[in-house]
């Protein structure tokens, strides 16, 4: 598989979340039932070890991150022997530059093709210590840069480092979630003045899923006018209603090759941020979007809990009403028919 031609081409890729018993336990049966649903659902990469497989999955005490990189693979791995087609399997790799190339080299191993690169240790670093750290793990593998709102652990990223950035050779795509127009601009500047056309762009901001993947970004490169698309999205969003997912993907494809915009997809994008909003608990900064995330798989028979290693990560007060208002409001963008008539198949 050409990596770089398959993630230009615009996928849906999810970031798995971590499926655990009523004591907290890993459970390895729904793990396995998350990643068929995903694979079944079409997608075209599956991120794991990210912040929605919850970052605690590296601590000793829980030990989980070798055994979900390991299950996921293996799952993959198996399901597409069935009905072969491309695929890219990202981890995640976070920490120290210690730390983040014994990820890549583990996950690499596993048969992880790319890495998506947290920045959340280097929160007071200057910019070319965090380029050098990016370029030491891109020795590894390829690379995905990972432009993480403040609100999830992040720092802000101006162009001067996405400009930086996009000068590692070993960079396959960059995944924008900053949850902000300004420094979404800034990356998809960065990028287009760079003349890297071989970077994919995928979308990390939930709240602007729709948009971001029917704007033109255009700016001027040596005296000419360069567009940019964002061609795909890398999303906690997606782990939920993925096969809805999918589809709309393919609608906004379709809708991009028209000379004019339909206004009813402005009214669509609003739909989804509105569905977001309950998903990703933006009403209390985000605290409950790991546990809005199972609860939905929990409601479809996919989760046995919402439980998360932290147990202070729970549901805000009113999100599980807020998950149901939604549901109810826009079931087009739902999946509760696909995952009922195939849940017991992936459970089994």
């Not at 075209?44 to 979900?68: C, D, N, W, Y």
Request: aromatic letters at 8%; hydrophobic letters at 45%.
């Amino acid at each position: 598989m050409d990596l770089r031609a398959h993630l230009h081409t615009g996928h849906v890729i999810p970031a798995q979340p971590l499926a655990l018993d009523a004591q907290r336990k890993f459970s390895e049966r729904h793990q396995r039932a998350i990643t068929r649903y995903y694979v079944a659902a079409g997608v075209g990469g599956l991120a794991v070890g990210v912040h929605s497989t919850q970052f605690e999955i590296r601590e000793p005490q829980h030990g989980l991150f070798k055994p979900v990189l390991e299950l996921a693979a293996r799952t993959i791995d198996e399901e597409l022997k069935k009905q072969p087609r491309p695929f890219i399997k990202i981890s995640g790799v976070c920490g120290r530059t210690e730390q983040a190339v014994k990820e890549a080299e583990l996950a690499k191993s596993l048969g992880y093709q790319a890495g998506l690169l947290s920045m959340a240790a280097f929160k007071n670093d200057t910019e070319d210590a965090m380029i050098a750290h990016c370029r030491r793990v891109a020795e590894v593998y390829p690379i995905v840069g990972f432009y993480l709102q403040p609100a999830a652990g992040g720092r802000l990223l101006g162009y001067s480092f996405w400009r930086k950035f996009a000068e590692i050779p070993n960079v396959v795509a960059i995944k924008l979630a900053p949850f902000n127009r300004y420094q979404t601009i800034d990356v998809m500047r960065a990028l287009a003045e760079s003349g890297r056309e071989d970077i994919a762009l995928y979308t990390g901001n939930d709240d602007s899923i729709v948009v971001d993947l029917f704007t033109p970004f255009t700016f001027e490169r040596n005296g000419t006018q360069v567009t940019r698309r964002i061609v795909g999205g890398l999303l906690g969003h997606w782990g939920v209603w993925t096969r809805a997912a999918v589809q709309l993907l393919e609608e906004i494809k379709q809708a991009r090759t028209s000379a004019t915009l339909d206004a009813r997809w402005l009214e669509k994008a609003i739909a989804v941020t509105d569905m977001n909003a309950a998903l990703f608990d933006s009403a209390n900064g985000f605290k409950g979007c790991i546990p809005g995330i199972l609860e939905v798989l929990r409601r479809g028979g996919l989760v046995p809990t919402i439980n998360c290693l932290n147990p202070h990560e729970v549901l805000s007060p009113g999100q599980a009403e807020e998950l149901t208002r939604v549901a109810k409001a826009y079931p087009e963008l739902t999946d509760d028919a696909f995952v009922a008539a195939n849940r017991d198949k992936w459970l089994a």
